[in-house]
């Protein structure tokens, strides 16, 4: 069984473009969920889909945003890149949202900021 | 303001000895989950803990859920050198708007060396 895909692993992009980073979840699993890993802040929570609807966000700006298709396939954007967005990105996919649902996590996409 | 706090932040130890990873928090949870990340890759879920008082072994390792699900705590029985990584515990709320959301702590990044 394959499990969640992130793509691509790494990118490196300049101060001031936008970014979209993609997530292919476990097959059958509906719900995604996005994390910013970086060594001060440890894993951040920026939202969660199910159903092709944003169902919690965390505390980041406007900048970030994503979205889930039909599919269940997720994507995150990032626009107007800055120096600190430099980060693992990771995707978590669980069969449905909740609480104590077990959330399996990709490999993560690590974008690096110039 | 990081909601779970995980100590020590750093264990360095030599195979064979037994260690102590305490995850601790001033906000109840429903569920606390363990989970364990090598360089390179997404964190791996290891255990969920959703009671409390509740205690669950996996092996070598044993995991406690505080009373009042407010803390946790991983013990390594001699630990070997495969048990060397980064280790995370994130923890559940209930309802409200951080339905489905994970509060991870920054982790402890044990090494073990032959």
């Known amino acids: 069984k394959a499990g969640v895909t992130q793509t691509p692993r790494y990118l490196i992009k300049t101060r001031g473009q936008q970014v979209t980073l993609s997530c292919s979840p476990i097959s059958g699993h509906r719900s995604v969920s996005w994390y910013q890993q970086t060594p001060g802040q440890g894993l951040q929570f920026l939202f969660e889909?199910?159903?092709?609807?944003?169902?919690n966000k965390g505390n980041f700006p406007g900048r970030f945003s994503g979205r889930q298709f039909s599919n269940s396939r997720s994507e995150m954007n990032v626009s107007t890149l800055e120096l600190g967005d430099s980060a693992l990105y990771l995707c978590?996919?669980?069969?449905?949202?909740?609480?104590?649902?077990?959330?399996?996590f990709g490999d993560g996409t690590r974008l690096s900021i110039l | 303001t990081q909601l779970l706090e995980q100590s020590p932040q750093f264990l360095s130890i030599q195979e064979g000895e037994n260690l102590t990873v305490y995850c601790n928090s001033s906000s109840v949870f429903s569920s606390l989950q363990w989970y364990r990340q090598e360089p390179g890759e997404g964190p791996v879920l290891l255990v969920t803990v959703v009671t409390g008082g509740e205690v669950k072994k996996l092996k070598r390792l044993t995991f406690q859920f505080g009373d009042a699900r407010k803390d946790s705590s991983l013990h390594i029985t001699a630990a070997q050198t495969g048990d060397t990584g980064l280790y995370l515990c994130?923890?559940?709320?209930?309802?409200?708007?951080?339905?489905?959301?994970?509060?991870f702590g920054r982790g402890t990044q044990l090494t073990v060396w032959p």
């Open positions: 978590a996919s669980s069969l449905l949202p909740g609480i104590n649902q077990p959330q399996h």
């Open positions: 994130a923890g559940a709320r209930e309802g409200g708007s951080t339905l489905g959301r994970l509060y």
């Open positions: 889909y199910f159903s092709e609807t944003q169902r």
